[in-house]
């Protein structure tokens, strides 16, 4: 089955639980051909975000639309999904299972079987397609609830944590899949609490703090925009040396290091300057804050 890629859109979505506001007004969009990391603290409303992307919970307001349709029974079908709950059933067959969720979705028996031969190969199942889902370990029934996402040939993709339990080789695997998918067109919308894999695989992240979307952007820009942090050895400086220098704060200072943040007015030469006229400088590290430093800013 092939498809016209288009963006997933999310559109200000908004879900309560009784008292519980799980999501207040949600908006993302998931480009064609771009892998898009979900973050957020334990109950932020991932989950809730991607359940109601999908269509299998509905949003009390707003709407998410596939390549500008609203997502109905149809538009489901061409969604690969993986659950956090994980939705396979425990007795059934590997290789049953899959070309059954293959067929369910639309594809012949013979081509079913096809592709469900290719993907256990590629994530390296293949030689478990006889046994139950429940005799393997749990990182392999994850590797068959991925299969089980990418087995009919999704238009986009919607992952609920699917990185998380993996070994590193199956991390690998699964990073070239979704790579693979996002270069074939694919918009693919993954969560996960693995931060140094978000900001390696990902082109943008959105970052969600008790239901609401608090930041989306490109890695890079998101990193840069919180301020670069600057490591100065200058054994010799006085308490205070860097007090005063426009768009300087100073973060900590131990063993004659000082960590400065700069904000956009600072230069990085005139710190530079204050430095050297304390003294001597044994060092002048400028580091753009991580993912995990910038994400520990904004959800504190
Ligand atoms: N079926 C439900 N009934 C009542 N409250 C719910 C239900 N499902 C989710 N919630 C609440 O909605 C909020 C969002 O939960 P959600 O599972 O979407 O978070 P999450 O970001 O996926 O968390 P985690 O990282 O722990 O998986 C939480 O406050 C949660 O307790």
Redesign the pocket.
Known sequence: MTHGNGALEIDTITKR??D?V?LDGVSVDVRPGEILGFV??????????MRIALGVLAADSGQVRLDGRPVDLDVRRTIGYMP?ERGLYPKMKVGEQLTYLAELHGLRRAAARRATARWAERLGIAARLTDPVDALSLGNQQRVQLAAALVHDPAVLVLD?PFSGLDPVAVDVMSDVLREKARAGVPVLF?S?QLDLVQRLCDRVAI?VA?RMRTVGAVAEVRRGAGVRLEVHAPAAPRGWADGLPGVTVDGTLDGRTTLLLDRHANDQDVLAAALATGPVHGFTLRTPSLTDLYREVVA
């Open positions: 639980y009784g519980t799980a957020g603290s334990n109950g932020a409303g991932k989950t809730t975000t956090e944590e969560s609490h969600i239901g």
